[in-house]
Each structure stands twice: as C-alpha cells, then as structure tokens.
C-alpha cells in the first residue's frame, strides 16, 4: 500500500559525500546563498557539510543538535524511475529507487504514479474490516498506557474484541508486567536471540497465526517491522503516532512539532504498511501547542487523547466498519 511516484524529471545530485549524522550530533549552521525552505546548510561534527531538515534541530543560542538520526544522502534519478516514499520533508521525499537505494529526491521532480484520474486510488482493492469477536495481539516495548486503554474498553465490553497475547521485544518492559497483572497472556522475545530481523519477526508471525490473532496493535512497539511481515498481516496492524501524520512521522516527534513552530499537534491511529508511519489513517485527534510547552508537557496532552482514539478506533475495526481503499479509511 502506499502512494508511489514516478520520477517526471531527471534529478542528479552535486553531492557524493553526503553528511550522516547520529541523534545528538552538534551541526554548526553555516551562511548560504541559495535557500531551501525548512533545510538549513551546516556543518556536521563530522566535519562535513550538506543539508539538515531543520525540524531535526534542537537550536540552543548558536548552537544545534540533532533531535534524530540522519542522512543526506540524495538519489541521482532519470525520468520514468519509480521512487518508493518512505517519509517526506519540506519539499523532499525520502524513498527508495528502482534498484533499491534509499536518500532524498526532490518532490518538483516526483508524479504520482499511476498519474491521478487514470487509474487513480478508487480502482485499488477494497478491504473491509471484520465484523466478528476478534482477537487482538498487543506490541509493546515500555510504557503501555495505550495498551491499558484498550485493554480496559474490551473488558468493558466496548470493542467485540479479547487480548489474545501481549508481546514484548523487552522482558522489563512496564507495560508487560502490567497486562502479567491483569491475567492476560503474555510473551517477550529477545531480539539478540535472532539471526536477523526476518528471523525475529517470523518468529512472530508464528505467534499471530498459532493464536488465530485478527488484529495486531503496536503500542509504543520501538522495533520497525519488517516489509515481510507488514505484508503477511496487511490490514491487520495498526499503530498510534504521537503526532498529524503524515507531519513529523518518526521519533520524538513532540519536540519537533515544537521547534517547527506548527500551532496544533495531535495523535493518529493508522494501518501499519512497510513504510513506516505511512499506512492509511483511520483516527486523528487535534491538541493545541502551547508558547510555553515542552516535550513532555505536549507529549501528556496529546496522550490523553491517544487514550480516547486507539480504543475507538479497535472498536470501529471490529464492527466491520473500516472500509480502507488505496490509501483512504471510510469509517462506515
Ligand atoms: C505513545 O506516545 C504512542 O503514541 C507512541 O509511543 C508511545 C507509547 O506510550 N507510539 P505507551 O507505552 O502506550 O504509554
């Protein structure tokens, strides 16, 4: 799932040593003639120089720091190449080319593929969700506040639905101890114990079709699925995103909304496909950010109503009254 595009001009990039910086990284920003809306040119601690999205930066006086992980890496394209959007940014896509590299294309170069008004969303598959007592599967790696709001709403009766199975990547993980608490069965795995990704996530998928789950919902799940999986449970996995997607998909997402500046944040429940906080939305909800806010005081404000759409949005999924086509969920 997920919109493609099709490159309609060349694109080469002048930069072939680009910058990759790690989370916390200081970047000294520099002077620069040309201008890019929302990109700031700087220097990497690295010693590099490139362009950084400024909703990465942490400015503190003269100084900034980067809020995540990031790479400048840019794909050379030729008109007629298919580019695979993984997340988007001030004018940039960050996707994958046809032979399987990833970096930032410029958006003027891009078309939707197929091109609107041809074969466009509507003669995409329809899914329809289940109407059914379901089974749901729980993935989680800290907290699990979301996880006890949906848990609460099925033992009161408000989603047609059970908590199969909670599962952690993190046997400490709080929210484990706290469904271990309410009687709800439980499991954590330990990614070290794999050979690699795929491996993990099969051996997960063995647990989704062992206990007949209907549906999978990550809740605070830091590991990213792999495309395999996502594939296997495709309109079976929802997740929540601290943030309007597709604004600041990602992590810490509450300190970029802050420093980009926006006035109103929220949270989202969508479908989970390979690209990662891309799937198709199901439930938003709008908070206000505050002048005086912090991450954490935005972060709190924004769960409260986390805890309000996840529930529902489980609830509306069992009802049968999910109805996804292309990338656009009816609720009916
Ligand atoms: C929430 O902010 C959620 O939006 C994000 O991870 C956090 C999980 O919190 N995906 P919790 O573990 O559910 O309390």
Redesign the pocket.
């Known amino acids: 799932m997920g919109t493609l595009y099709r490159v309609a001009k060349r694109y080469e990039t002048p930069y072939s040593d680009p910058i990759r910086l790690a989370r916390g990284a200081r970047v000294t920003i520099l002077p620069r003639t040309s201008e890019w809306p929302g990109w700031v040119w700087g220097r990497g601690d690295d010693g590099k120089t490139g362009w950084v999205p400024d909703a990465y930066l942490r400015r503190e006086g003269e100084e900034a720091f980067l809020t995540r992980d990031y790479d400048a890496t840019e794909l050379s394209v030729e008109a007629g190449d298919t580019i695979r959007p993984l997340g988007e940014l001030a004018g940039w896509v960050w996707g994958t080319d046809d032979r399987g590299k990833t970096g930032w294309v410029p958006k003027d170069h891009l078309e939707i593929d197929p091109p609107r008004g041809k074969e466009g969303p509507m003669s995409e598959e329809v899914f329809r969700s289940p109407k059914k007592h379901g089974r749901i599967m729980v993935l989680?790696?800290?907290?699990?506040?979301?996880?006890t709001a949906i848990a609460d709403a099925a033992a009161a009766g408000k989603i047609n639905a059970e908590i199969a199975l909670v599962f952690s990547n993190k046997e400490d993980a709080p929210?484990l101890a706290a469904a271990r608490g309410r009687g709800l069965p439980t499991m954590s795995l330990s990614p070290k114990a794999f050979a690699d990704k795929a491996a993990y996530d099969r051996a997960i998928l063995r647990e989704v079709e062992a206990r007949g789950i209907d549906l999978i919902c990550?809740?605070?799940?830091m590991k990213v699925l792999t495309p395999e999986f996502c594939a296997a449970c495709k309109n079976r996995i929802l997740?929540?995103?601290?943030a309007l997607l597709p604004s600041f998909p990602g992590l810490n997402v509450q300190q970029q909304a802050i420093d980009w500046g926006v006035r109103y944040s929220g949270?989202t429940v969508h479908f989970v496909s390979a690209e990662v906080d891309m799937g198709a939305i199901v439930l938003q909800a709008v908070v206000p950010v505050l002048q005086n806010d912090t991450a954490e005081t935005l972060?709190a404000r924004?769960?409260v109503e986390?805890h309000k759409i996840y529930p529902e949005a489980a609830r509306l999924y069992f009802e049968g009254r999910l109805e996804i086509r292309g990338r656009r969920v009816t609720i009916l």
């Open positions: 989680l790696s800290g907290r699990g506040s979301n996880f929210g990550l809740a605070g799940y997740n929540i995103h601290p949270c972060a924004i769960l986390e």
